[in-house]
């Protein structure tokens, strides 16, 4: 691969930082502003070898998402590499819709494996591209939040505003 480029901007939930190749395809994302942290949660094989800060065109998609428009999100490309599983698993969560998160053993069943929950759960685990796969969205079998890498807070955060907008429908 060639230089990917990286944007951090501001959101109500922190800086988001998003890494794109240079077809604009979001590689990883998350809420931070430490770009080697962003560029971390790609496997080895997968990381640029260059990186420059430059502007991406998910970042208007994430500004328009924390400013209501929770669909905005769906039609950014993003390129992702793993197993068979975890890239049904990472395209079965952009199906998810907003405001109506599953479990974790729901999402299972969503894969046609309704006893891979541990998998489940790790194909959520390993999502690079926070946000535009909204891993996010998938919660322990108990209705608790589980894991988030970006941190608990912000997974609330995500879930209550995407729930209040579908409220208000």
């Not at 998003?18 to 949660?41: C, H, K, N, Q």
């Not at 769906?74 to 079965?92: I, N, P």
Request: net charge neutral; proline share 6%.
């Amino acid at each position: 691969m060639t230089t990917a480029t990286i944007e951090t901007i501001d959101t109500p939930d922190g800086p988001f930082t998003i890494l794109a190749d240079p077809d604009g395809r979001v590689l990883s994302s998350g809420w931070t502003s430490d770009a080697e942290l962003v560029v971390g949660r790609l496997a080895p094989a997968a990381r640029p070898s260059a990186v420059a800060e430059g502007r991406t065109d998910a970042a208007d998609a994430a500004r328009a998402y924390y400013e209501g428009d929770v669909a905005a999100i769906d039609g950014v490309a993003v390129a992702q590499t793993g197993t068979a599983l975890q890239l049904a698993g990472w395209s079965a969560l952009r199906g998810i819709a907003p405001g109506a998160p599953l479990t974790y053993t729901g999402f299972a069943a969503t894969l046609g494996q309704p006893r891979a929950v541990r998998a489940a759960a790790s194909i959520c685990a390993r999502n690079a591209p926070a946000l535009f796969v909204p891993c996010h969205r998938v919660l322990r079998t108990d209705g608790s939040l589980g894991g988030f890498a970006w941190g608990l807070e912000v997974k609330r955060r995500l879930l209550d505003r995407e729930t209040a907008l579908r409220a208000r429908g």
